[in-house]
């Protein structure tokens, strides 16, 4: 009887130690999974970042075209403005996609539409211009249409200051529509995973066809380049 109920206990003990093994296992997994979470987390904010420079540069393309064919006269006051496309013989030509008109960092998906005010732009025309090593890019071709809004912003960036390089929570705009706008940014107020012109925050990104140069320049956490423009040959435009 003792050697029977040894035998029977014996199968009891060893699934224990397995179940015990499994756990262990698992704890293990788990601890593994929380060290790679954060990496995850920040890769998948990059990619979210970097979609939105591609919709807001291809935003700034179209309120490049949108001037132009209004002879400088005339900006966009809402991005339908922009979706409907402008007139081409009988047809109308397409100048933004619909995707493009949704900004992935915003809560809501709207951008913010931003006027052609030197408060607004001229913190970020020094930026480009530090970015640039002291050289403001000129305003895209024909310049006749483009600077009348550029010449007040770069003057007004000219009385900056060099620690003059984010917009006060208080100066926040937060318009969306109905305003006529010389360029888009994001309604997040996050710290960026990558920088733009050197930028670390999403609100201060502003995507206007003002100030282009040759090239969008962004660089990654800590100085890692991913860059557009003359370094690697990618530009972030109108994709088609």
């Known amino acids: 009887m003792t050697t029977a109920t040894a035998n029977r206990k014996q199968p009891n003990g060893e699934s224990g130690m397995t179940l015990f093994a499994i756990m262990a296992v698992m704890a293990i997994f788990a601890i593994a999974l929380l060290a790679v979470a954060p990496s995850v987390q920040q890769g998948v904010q990059?990619?979210?970042?970097?979609?939105?420079?591609?919709?807001?540069?291809?935003?700034?393309?179209?309120?490049?075209?949108?001037?132009?064919?209004?002879?400088?006269?005339?900006?966009?006051?809402?991005?339908?403005?922009?979706?409907?496309?402008?007139?081409?013989?009988?047809?109308?030509?397409m100048i933004l996609r619909p995707s493009a008109a949704t900004d992935p960092l915003s809560d809501d998906g709207k951008w913010r539409l931003i006027k052609p005010d030197p408060k607004m732009i001229a913190t970020f025309a020094k930026r480009v211009q530090t970015f640039n090593n002291g050289l403001l890019p000129d305003s895209p071709q024909p310049k006749a249409y483009f600077d009348k809004y550029s010449v007040m912003i770069v003057n007004n960036a000219d009385t900056g200051t060099e620690d003059d390089t984010d917009i006060d929570d208080d100066d926040f705009d937060v318009t969306t529509d109905n305003q006529p706008f010389i360029g888009v940014a994001s309604q997040s107020r996050s710290k960026s995973v990558i920088a733009y012109y050197g930028i670390e925050r999403h609100s201060n990104w502003i995507f206007t066809p003002l100030f282009r140069g040759t090239g969008v320049m962004i660089t990654g956490q800590r100085g890692t380049g991913i860059g557009t423009g003359p370094r690697d040959g990618r530009i972030f435009g109108n994709p088609r």
């Open 46 to 93: 990059r990619e979210k970042e970097l979609e939105s420079i591609r919709r807001g540069e291809e935003i700034a393309d179209a309120i490049r075209q949108y001037v132009i064919f209004h002879n400088g006269a005339k900006l966009p006051e809402s991005m339908d403005d922009l979706l409907e496309g402008l007139p081409q013989g009988t047809k109308k030509r």
